[in-house]
């Protein structure tokens, strides 16, 4: 009798034998148990997920690197991955690759399975790899799992304010429009840069944006105002339009 063990690798197993003698001298004595082995489970896994950084809108690579350290074959292994955390917050793909079913090598042979998930949210993402086959020979089962998890965070993201001064303001007189802007995202916004566009109404630039650009706006908030001097040469209503990008 051949019993597969491998799913309690690590833990402690009872055994219980029932049996019944039906011989009658010392020459019959029924069944025994006699040299019992435990053998160990061959495959080994490690789950990775690449990316940096981790970033909402971005796509990350799984990988599960399988290794056979048992003295025979592993054939018809396939794998899969799953979330334990976070599901919400990336969009599994069909994968993996390879898909069709694989053999791997006695003695160290290695197979990596690898995964493309989009990311969709920020976040803690957990992920469970688990891999499953036949040792060749015995036909046992041989089984290993991984897990890794990461956190995913937002990309810089810019808004802004406008404002004039001042209001209302006459003919000849000198305004100033101010444009706020300000990283509510998860990643610095680098080299930010405005642009002021005056739509419609009496009015004639003069100087700015002053500051031309902002070289960091730190995540969670920073900010920095960008100014533009126009004179009034009339009267009318003014319109502007204003835009940030980094």
């Known amino acids: 009798v051949q019993l597969d063990?491998?799913?309690?690798?690590?833990?402690?197993?009872?055994?219980?034998?029932?049996f019944a003698a039906n011989g009658s001298d010392d020459a019959h004595p029924g069944w025994f148990v006699d040299d019992p082995r435990v053998e160990a489970n061959p495959l080994d896994a490690a789950l990775a997920i690449e990316a940096a950084p981790f970033v909402t809108g971005n796509w990350i690579t799984v990988t599960l690197t399988v290794t056979n350290n048992g003295a025979a074959d592993v054939a018809g292994v396939t794998a899969s991955v799953t979330t334990y955390v976070g599901g919400a917050l990336v969009e599994l793909p069909a994968g993996p690759v390879p898909a069709a079913p694989v053999t791997i090598t006695a003695g160290g042979g290695v197979q990596v399975f690898s995964w493309t998930f989009s990311v969709s949210g920020a976040g803690t993402i957990g992920l469970m790899g688990a891999v499953g086959g036949t040792v060749v020979g015995p036909g046992r089962l041989a089984s290993a799992s991984a897990a890794a998890a990461v956190t995913a965070i937002k990309p810089a993201v810019l808004t802004g304010a406008l404002s004039v001064a001042p209001f209302p303001a006459a003919k000849g007189q000198w305004i100033t429009v101010t444009l706020l802007v300000t990283n509510t995202g998860d990643q610095n916004a680098l080299v930010v840069t405005p642009t002021l566009d005056l739509n419609a109404g009496p009015a004639v630039y003069e100087l700015g944006p002053v500051p031309a650009s902002a070289g960091v706006l730190a995540a969670g908030g920073g900010s920095q105002a960008f100014v533009w001097t126009y004179s009034v040469s009339g009267a009318g209503l003014l319109e502007f339009t204003a835009t940030a990008a980094g």
Do not use: I, K, Q
């Open 5 to 18: 063990l491998s799913a309690y690798t690590g833990l402690d197993a009872m055994f219980r034998f029932t």
